[in-house]
């Protein structure tokens, strides 16, 4: 038996069958095996119907300008032009009315999930400048071109494309009308469909979980998504270091995982500061600066961080820009 569809899902569907069979013959996809096969295992696995599926993938376009974005993102950059594009004076300050703007709810997430509202506010300001830009794309053509049309990560985007599809289902969400960003990623934190299912709450009680229009429930997914991500309030995230001799190197990687105890940090050459916590281990990064290497020991919570985004470069401007925007606030 099929699953019982939410009424604006089921109408959506069934207006395409009229709506958009004019548009097959130019369909991007219309051609893709993978694409069918894809429809075919919605429709066993999940209960979807498969003439309604086709219909609303003759209207995904494939777009060159994402394959183009993703096959050149900003992580590749070295730190020295990263770190401009997001820890700046109109993010800070734009942090600063964000916090402001939203206290209470800032300070229940803290109360409830243990995540200082400077993280918070930071993730929220380096994703989309606090919901100014959270994408033009429409997600499923993001979604269905990177699935489809980008083989270095098609299973990736395979799994969100399907995520998706559930998502709008049970959000009763049109499928259509979503926008995010070139990699499918949505509102104002940019969950990708996955996580919005895993960790977008209600925060307000309002009976949806809207991540596009309403801080409250933004706040506090993303409060959730470090909590469930074993976020340990209180600790560190990052320490600035100095090295000597050449021991050190073989502690940096790109594996942002915590891993290293502070006496091996010592015996390898990295200068700690005095007023760390001696039961938490760290791991060494190397960023890339106008003057040279720079060196910092992060911490479990970095590492969290990195589950957002993962890479070094984001955790860090995520972390810079929060101390920016505590330090601007008080």
């Known amino acids: 038996m099929k699953r019982h569809l939410p009424l604006r899902f089921t109408l959506f569907l069934a207006s395409l069958c009229l709506s958009f069979a004019s548009h097959s013959e130019n369909n991007d996809f219309s051609g893709n095996a993978e694409l069918q096969t894809f429809i075919q295992e919605m429709s066993e696995e999940h209960e979807f119907d498969r003439d309604r599926l086709q219909k609303l993938f003759d209207d995904a376009r494939q777009h060159q300008s994402i394959l183009d974005a993703i096959s050149r993102p900003a992580e590749s950059k070295p730190w020295h032009k990263y770190r401009p594009i997001f820890v700046t004076p109109e993010r800070t300050n734009g942090g600063v009315r964000f916090w402001r703007e939203n206290q209470d709810t800032l300070q229940r997430a803290e109360e409830k999930y243990g ?54 289902r049970e959000e009763d969400l049109d499928p259509l009308e979503q926008k ?14 996955s996580s919005f299912r895993n960790y977008a709450i209600d925060f307000d009680g309002d009976g949806k979980r809207d991540l596009w229009d309403n801080p409250d429930d933004v706040i506090g997914s993303v409060a959730n998504y470090f909590h469930e991500h074993r976020w340990k309030p209180g600790q560190p995230i990052a320490h600035k270091v100095k090295v000597h001799g050449k021991k050190y190197r073989s502690l940096i990687s790109d594996n942002l995982r915590a891993r290293y105890s502070q006496q091996e940090l010592l015996d390898n050459g990295v200068i700690l500061p005095r ?45 810079q820009l929060s101390e920016l925007i505590a330090t601007a606030r008080n």
């Open 275 to 319: 007023d760390i916590p001696r039961d938490i281990k760290g791991t060494l990064i190397e960023l890339e600066t106008e003057e040279g290497p720079e060196y910092w020991v992060t911490w479990h919570n970095f590492y969290v961080i990195s589950r957002y985004n993962h890479s070094a470069l984001y955790s860090m401007a995520v972390y």
């Open 180 to 193: 995010g960003s070139y990699a499918g990623a949505m509102g104002m934190p940019q969950f990708i469909s």
């Open 115 to 168: 995540v200082p509202p400077q993280i918070i506010t930071a993730i929220i300001g380096v994703e989309t400048r606090y919901g100014r830009h959270a994408g033009r794309y429409r997600v499923l053509d993001a979604l269905a071109t990177l699935a489809f049309a980008y083989p270095p990560r098609s299973s990736f985007f395979r799994k969100e494309l399907k995520e998706y599809l559930l998502m709008t």
